[in-house]
């Protein structure tokens, strides 16, 4: 099937889902919140900033604004950086409409309302069909053609489906869920074990505290994703464990990234400041630690991460935290 796909956010991510969707043969404009970054795109065909050496194929239209044609998409890819989607969404949201599928692919948990990124979609679109998409998927990889396997997910399995046939090609699988929340939570929490496991290399601690905190975060995210909804075994799949591999040793792993350079001793603003991309674990830290106290949850590696994050913890005091917690069966 051929559609018209708007695709919202010009960062990698982004970027490469409007690659992949143009060389599955649908029709597809790329969208930015930020005129010249989109003006540059038009001169260049290539994203520069977030995906450099990777050209635009010539078929992607590009648009910007409030203007855009967005009556004629078919369907909506949104990737927009969770905090920002509200702000960028709210405006936007009679143009956009409220009955074209929707396939949201942020991957953070929204500070201040605690609501997935789907739920803030949904809050704006209405009664849009929404599925969520996650799974070990670097931009970096997927728009070069490499073989990548993800998931998409919504508790109507034929708009999983249909999302499914849209976007496979040879070297992108899909799976389908019905566990929207569990794929969704998955790709959020994952980023806050992924700056934890930066922290790990930062400290210079070795691959068994590695493989050991990996192993627990994927138990700790399993425990807050069932307290919100999720099945557990979501977690143990693609949207869990996989992205969680990818994420805590590729080189393209952002939120890696942060852990590492915490690690070795830097302040977060001053990470921060040195990053073009968005680390979205960082602020998805401060959401999932304010859940787990609601929900009254064990949640330690969150705990310790963002002690050393905001509260100017030393990485080696959260690692003797978490060390000398009391001894339990497994």
Known sequence: ??????????????????????????????????PELVDELRASRVNARYLPGVPLPAEIELASGRDARFGQAEAFIIAI???HLRPVLTPLGEAIGKSKPVLSCSK????????????VVREILGRAPVAVFSGPSHAEEVVRGLPATVVAASIDE???K??????TIETFRIYTSNDPVGVELGGALKNVIAIAAGMCDGLKLGDNAKAALLTRGVVEMARIGVALGAKR???FGLSGIGDLIT?????????????????AGKKLKQVLDGMVMVAEGVWTCRAARELAKEHRLEAPITEEVYQVL????EPTVGVRNLMTRVPKSE
């Open 233 to 235: 075994e979501t977690f």
């Open 81 to 83: 950086p969770t905090q």
């Open 108 to 119: 953070g948990i929204e500070n201040g309302s605690l609501e997935r990124a789907s739920e």
């Open 158 to 160: 034929s708009v999983a």
């Open 162 to 167: 249909w999302w499914q046939s849209a976007l």
């Open 310 to 313: 905001y509260e100017d913890r």
């Open 247 to 263: 994420t805590c040793y590729s080189p393209h792993g952002r939120n890696l990234r942060v852990g590492r350079e915490v690690g």
């Open 1 to 34: 099937m051929t559609k018209r796909i708007f695709v919202m956010g010009t960062g990698g991510w982004g970027t490469a889902l409007a690659v992949l969707a143009a060389r599955g043969g649908h029709a597809v404009t790329l969208w930015g919140r930020r």
